[in-house]
């Protein structure tokens, strides 16, 4: 089946820092890609998302200069955390979608810590 | 607003039981339904999908779909101690430009005690 590969699998940063977080697909060509985010205890909100070729797509809320999303090709989305605080630790996790009406496949997340 | 509304549990049930657990949603038009499981400090991984109204098996697994009850639920029969889990419903957004984004329930907490 599809594979969506997500890494680093676990990041801790200083506060003040960047942070690059890549999702891959593996065995397809994913034209969307979608970016969650999920607290402790919490649902997945999604935070944006991402096609290959032109700017990513915020959610309400989700400030944009915050989180750089580049889906440069068909197989790779990178979110970068900037200038990230304590409050931004968290799970993130991409997706990506196939072909349309396919279930979403995840990648492994990301746990991300900032001190 | 669209929503997914599911009961946070936990729902404890014994080994060998069936789990029942259900899903409303708010948005009429969602065409696509999804069961996740969720292992903690894990990512989501998929159950079941529903399109179509009624049941879907698959295993141990029974999707329910009734879009005029807006309610989808999820049975496990045979339950396992390995079962325990967050069970995420989620329902994919109908199209324009929503299409592909999943709008997901707090989920259900499920403990298979042995």
């Known amino acids: 089946g599809a594979v969506v590969s997500q890494h680093p699998s676990w990041v801790i940063c200083k506060s003040g820092t960047s942070v690059k977080i890549e999702c891959r697909s593996l065995d397809f060509q994913a034209t969307t890609m979608f970016w969650y985010r999920q607290f402790p205890k919490q649902s997945l909100m999604l935070m944006a998302t991402s096609n290959e070729g032109s700017k990513a797509t915020y959610e309400q809320g989700v400030e944009k200069d915050k989180f750089l999303i580049n889906h440069a090709s068909l197989t790779l989305s990178t979110l970068t955390v900037t200038s990230a605080h304590p409050e931004d630790s968290s799970f993130y996790i991409c997706?990506?979608?196939?072909?349309?009406?396919?279930?979403?496949?995840f990648g492994n997340g990301t746990r991300l810590t900032v001190t | 607003q669209k929503e997914v509304e599911q009961n946070s549990g936990p729902l404890s049930v014994p080994e060998g039981a069936i789990a029942s657990l259900n899903c409303t949603y708010s948005d009429r038009g969602s065409q696509s339904f999804f069961w996740y499981r969720q292992y903690s400090g894990k990512s989501p991984e998929l159950i079941m999908f529903?399109?179509?109204?009624g049941d879907k098996e698959d295993g141990r697994f029974t999707a329910q779909l009734n879009k005029a009850s807006q309610y989808v639920s999820l049975l496990i029969r045979d339950s396992q101690p390995s079962d325990s889990a967050t069970y995420l419903c989620?329902?994919?957004?109908?199209?324009?430009?929503?299409?592909?984004?999943?709008?997901f329930g707090q989920g259900t907490i499920l403990t298979v005690h042995p």
């Open positions: 989620a329902v994919l957004n109908a199209g324009g430009t929503s299409y592909g984004k999943l709008t």
């Open positions: 997706s990506a979608l196939t072909v349309n009406d396919s279930p979403l496949h």
């Open positions: 529903i399109y179509s109204n």
